[in-house]
């Protein structure tokens, strides 16, 4: 199993009330990674919604010169921001209003836990263990007592499905502050 150490001073993240929405995602830029996904969907949203939203990428891999080749053709250089490999997430994570995970396949992830871990709201593909630990679902293999009370900390779209993943971002995108809180 996976863990993530959670460091309590470096992490504030309640939901900011701030006019830009600071989306974050953490992965090797890589095809299983599927950032091309998250682009390409990005590039479809309404424009006013655009310019509501800043995407940054931690991460490096070979994928990198693509996808800024892309994001360049589609004019969206003002929304995404590559960072590259970092040692520390949290500083991050601690400035941002949401995480995504687009990815393709994925067993546990280390990113989301240590997203979840911060505090963050997540949207997440449907693959791997992402809908367990974004919707609190118990796998039926696993027999234990847990609080009824597990509430979502965020959303699961189908995996590749560009309509749902747009859906479900304008959605967060237009919540309130204390909706954002909420989750």
Same mark, same amino acid.
């Given at each position: !199993?996976?863990?993530?150490?959670?460091?309590?001073?470096?992490?504030?993240?309640?939901?900011?009330?701030?006019? &830009?929405?600071?989306?974050?995602? &953490?992965?090797? +830029?890589?095809?299983?990674?599927?950032?091309?996904?998250?682009?390409?969907?990005?590039?479809?949203?309404?424009?006013?919604?655009?310019?509501?939203?800043?995407?940054?990428?931690?991460?490096?891999? !070979?994928?990198?010169?693509?996808?800024?080749?892309?994001?360049?053709?589609?004019?969206?250089?003002?929304?995404?921001?590559?960072?590259?490999?970092?040692?520390?997430?949290? !500083? =991050?994570?601690?400035?941002?209003?949401?995480?995504?995970?687009?990815?393709? /396949?994925?067993?546990m992830s280390n990113a989301l836990l240590e997203a979840l871990a911060s505090g963050l709201p997540a949207i997440c593909?449907?693959?791997?263990?992402?809908?367990?630990?974004?919707?609190?679902?118990?796998?039926?293999?696993? %027999?234990?007592? =847990?609080?009824?009370?597990? %509430?979502?900390?965020?959303?699961? =779209?189908?995996?590749?499905?560009?309509?749902?993943?747009?859906?479900?971002?304008?959605?967060? &995108?237009?919540?309130?502050? /204390?909706?954002?809180? /909420? +989750?």
């Open positions: !199993p996976n863990g993530v150490e959670i460091i309590n001073s470096n992490i504030n993240n309640s939901p900011k009330d701030r006019s &830009i929405i600071h989306l974050i995602s &953490i992965g090797s +830029l890589t095809k299983k990674k599927d950032y091309n996904f998250l682009i390409d969907s990005i590039s479809c949203m309404d424009k006013v919604l655009l310019d509501r939203i800043k995407i940054l990428i931690l991460g490096d891999g !070979p994928e990198k010169r693509s996808l800024r080749n892309k994001i360049c053709h589609l004019k969206l250089e003002k929304i995404f921001c590559f960072k590259g490999n970092v040692d520390d997430v949290n !500083p =991050y994570l601690s400035d941002s209003d949401l995480f995504i995970l687009t990815s393709k /396949a994925e067993g593909s449907d693959v791997g263990n992402n809908s367990e630990l974004i919707l609190g679902k118990v796998p039926k293999n696993m %027999q234990f007592n =847990y609080s009824s009370n597990i %509430q979502s900390c965020g959303f699961i =779209y189908g995996k590749g499905n560009n309509e749902e993943f747009i859906k479900t971002l304008e959605h967060f &995108i237009n919540l309130d502050i /204390a909706e954002r809180k /909420a +989750l």
